[in-house]
């Protein structure tokens, strides 16, 4: 049994959830504590004991933690990588290098512990010095979804560590084990005691009892844009300091002059790998008139070509969808773009394998319209449908036509309408002839409308979230 870590210790939780492979449903990677509001209390209690040491602790003391945790991820991505593809079902080669950029996450922030940096100015009161610094904010709970059950984790306890907060982390419940294996990297790293917690469990149990604490100064969460709402109306109130990342509905644009080799990967990459399951996935691929049957023809050989199977098998491209619940949403919508009169070229079928997990064939509809339902609304599968534009123009008032505004992305050789579309696209990210899903590690991440709210994600921006500016003023 896998235990919770409070204030220092690993304690049994009060109860145990098993973690079982979407690929095989007969393989249970192992049982997993599940913490009670009280457990969450407790972690909560250390995090605010830990902080007034750990906010003041040496900038060399952080690099060094954070920096072994690097070193011990990238040493051990392959055994890692394995058993993130076992519970999450993306394959060998995603999950590995997912565990990959935790390592570069972590090693990014070990160097930016150092080069945290603040401003001078001059007074417009002679005789007065001005210093505009950056402190911690405090106890940052983290609640982090299923899909990246590594590096989400890693980008968001990498900076609230790197710039001297203390943490209270609740992972999916679906996907304990990489979280698990990183919180046990955390506890041998150096930390003191209460400076990083863990407590697995239920959203509506644990990751609630976080939310609802007022001595949880802020609040870093990814998930859907209705739990995300919940959270906004839970803390806000309590002046609690907010980041969150939620869905998405991402268009990908393809012009009647685009490389259609290029268009086509994009395509595929961005729509179904990771088996659609990211809130950076296309899945409104809306095409220009010109290329369209040309388009729609290329793609349907490529998504009927890819193999989909167990996510540890060397030549699965596509693995199964991760829980059974997904499962059920993705057929559903399915059906309902059927019944909104979309035409399913393709995929959307629940298939068989040698043993029984969640596999579904990759869904492509065409002849969607913007109104259909299966336009507007995050999926989260293997699903995408093809809108018909008849302009550049055209095209991205489409792909602004959405409540989301994560990222856009558009295949065209034309710089014109490459720049055009880089400054109009109602989007946090734009991508020109690369997919809209799979972003760096050391560059701000996030969204604008329904996707996100509050300040980025990584790179350096993510100082904005993970400290509070003061302004001192010194009479000389
Ligand atoms: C990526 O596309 O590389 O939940 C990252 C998600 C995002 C991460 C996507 N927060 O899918």
Redesign the pocket.
Known sequence: MKRNYIAGEWVAGAGALANVNPSDLSDVIGEYAQADEAQAQAAIEAAVAAFPAWSTSGIQLRADVLERVAAELLARRTELGDLLAREEGKTLAEATAEVARAGQIFRFFAGEVLRLSGDRLASVRPGIDIEVTREPIGVVGIIT?W??PI??PAWKIAPALAYGNCVVFKPADLVPGSAWALAEILSRAGLPPGVFNLVMGPGSRVGQAVIADARVDALSF?DSAETGARVISAAAPRRAKLQL?MGGKNPLVVLDDADLGIAVECAVQGSFYSTG?????SSRLIVQKGILGEFVRAMRERVEALKVGDARQPDTQIGPVASHAQLDIDLEYIALGRQEGARLLCGGQRMKRATDGFYLEPALFIDATPEMRISREEIFGPVACVLSADSHEHAIALANDTPFGLTAGICTTSLKHASHFKRHAQAGMVMVNVPT???DFHVP?GGRKASSYGPREQGRYAAEFFTTVKTAYTAA
């Open positions: 979804p899909n990246f590096a989400i990814t990342e399951q990211r809130c950076t996935a899903a799979g972003v991440f």
